[in-house]
């Protein structure tokens, strides 16, 4: 007896069939080596000739990097004072560079691809050689009497986070290629006719923007806040990627506190992304939007009853 399948069994089983081999890659090649790194992060690791030797030493490893490692502390410190500061100029530059590109403008398509270049070009040691050189910096700024005095003044933290904004302001910015197509995409998506009908209703541009571009592109910004922070979190100048990388093989720490690091690292960046998610992530729909949704749901209802 042959088994019969429909047309949607079909396509989920050949849906299944492509994922599976993600899911494998996954389990295999990322998943087992989070739990590893894990289990590690509460051992003391030494590796010898004779191979790995692990010393359970229960929560050593995270004491020891908060209250006797000051040099991780001090790099998470600015790590996120640099999303703080970081996220929000490249969302914007991105934004802002996208709407232009949309425009009607000869030679888009040379703009669009200047703009991403740097997305294809640009990886760790060029990026240092670019700092090496000084090309990622707002030049002469820092030797301005009024930007000494602005950093006198300011607080040592803050001090420090405008340092690292004008001396890598160029680099923030290279950072922005892949959201510009993002929020391009976004835009092409819009419909114009919804300009047209706000336009004839006496909405200006600047009340278009807000009342029709920003709220369509939600979905996009949430998307593109996720990407930047990753992105920015991943990149292989990060200080805190590097403290860890140098714990992983000192003689003194070892792999199982370098584990214990990149985990207390996961956890902010989870923590940093949620924060991020709660202020600019969904929002619950408008109650006038519900009353009127429920008012068509009673007119439905009584129209069924009166045939």
């Given at each position: 007896?042959?088994?019969?399948m429909?047309?949607?069994?079909?396509?989920?089983?050949?849906?299944?069939?492509?994922?599976?081999?993600?899911?494998?890659?996954?389990?295999?090649?990322?998943?087992?080596?989070?739990?590893?790194?894990?289990?590690?992060?509460?051992?003391?690791?030494?590796?010898?000739?004779?191979?790995?030797?692990?010393?359970?030493?229960?929560?050593?490893?995270?004491?020891?990097?908060?209250?006797s490692?000051?040099?991780?502390?001090?790099?998470?410190?600015?790590?996120v004072?640099?999303?703080?500061?970081?996220?929000?100029?490249?969302?914007?530059?991105?934004?802002?560079?996208?709407?232009?590109?949309?425009?009607?403008?000869?030679?888009?398509?040379?703009?669009?691809?200047?703009?991403?270049?740097?997305?294809?070009?640009?990886?760790?040691?060029?990026?240092?050689?670019?700092?090496?050189?000084?090309?990622?910096?707002?030049?002469?700024?820092?030797?301005?009497?009024?930007?000494?005095?602005?950093?006198?003044?300011?607080?040592?933290?803050?001090?420090?986070?405008?340092?690292?904004?004008?001396?890598?302001?160029?680099?923030?910015?290279?950072?922005?290629?892949?959201?510009?197509?993002?929020f391009?995409?976004?835009?092409?998506?819009?419909?114009?006719?919804?300009?047209?009908?706000?336009?004839?209703?006496g909405?200006?541009?600047?009340?278009a923007?807000?009342?029709?571009?920003?709220?369509?592109?939600?979905?996009?910004?949430?998307?593109?806040?996720?990407?930047?922070?990753?992105?920015?979190?991943?990149?292989?100048?990060?200080?805190?990627?590097?403290?860890?990388?140098?714990?992983?093989?000192?003689?003194?720490?070892?792999?199982?506190y370098?584990a214990?690091?990149?985990?207390?690292?996961?956890?902010?960046?989870?923590?940093?992304?949620?924060?991020?998610?709660?202020?600019?992530?969904?929002?619950?729909?408008?109650?006038?939007?519900?009353?009127?949704?429920?008012?068509?749901r009673?007119?439905?209802?009584?129209?069924?009853?009166?045939?």
């Amino acid at each position: 007896m042959k088994l019969k399948m429909s047309r949607k069994a079909r396509e989920n089983m050949l849906g299944y069939a492509f994922v599976s081999i993600w899911i494998i890659g996954f389990l295999i090649f990322t998943l087992i080596p989070i739990v590893r790194t894990f289990l590690f992060s509460f051992h003391k690791i030494t590796i010898t000739a004779d191979g790995i030797r692990q010393n359970f030493i229960g929560m050593s490893n995270y004491k020891d990097a908060f209250l006797s490692d000051v040099k991780f502390v001090d790099v998470l410190i600015e790590y996120v004072g640099e999303i703080i500061l970081y996220v929000p100029i490249v969302i914007v530059f991105a934004l802002a560079i996208s709407l232009i590109l949309n425009m009607k403008l000869k030679g888009k398509g040379f703009f669009r691809t200047l703009f991403f270049l740097p997305v294809i070009i640009i990886s760790g040691p060029v990026m240092e050689e670019f700092i090496d050189q000084g090309v990622t910096s707002i030049q002469g700024v820092d030797q301005m009497s009024f930007y000494k005095d602005l950093i006198f003044a300011l607080p040592e933290f803050l001090g420090t986070l405008l340092n690292t904004l004008v001396n890598s302001f160029v680099m923030i910015l290279w950072f922005s290629g892949v959201q510009i197509l993002i929020f391009l995409s976004a835009l092409q998506k819009i419909d114009r006719p919804i300009y047209e009908a706000a336009q004839i209703d006496g909405a200006s541009r600047w009340e278009a923007f807000w009342k029709i571009t920003l709220p369509t592109m939600r979905p996009m910004i949430i998307l593109n806040i996720v990407y930047t922070i990753i992105s920015i979190s991943t990149f292989t100048l990060n200080e805190v990627i590097i403290v860890i990388q140098e714990n992983s093989f000192s003689s003194t720490t070892g792999l199982g506190y370098a584990a214990a690091l990149a985990w207390i690292y996961f956890i902010i960046l989870l923590l940093i992304i949620g924060i991020f998610m709660l202020l600019y992530g969904p929002k619950k729909e408008n109650p006038y939007g519900e009353k009127i949704k429920k008012q068509k749901r009673k007119g439905g209802r009584h129209a069924k009853v009166s045939q």
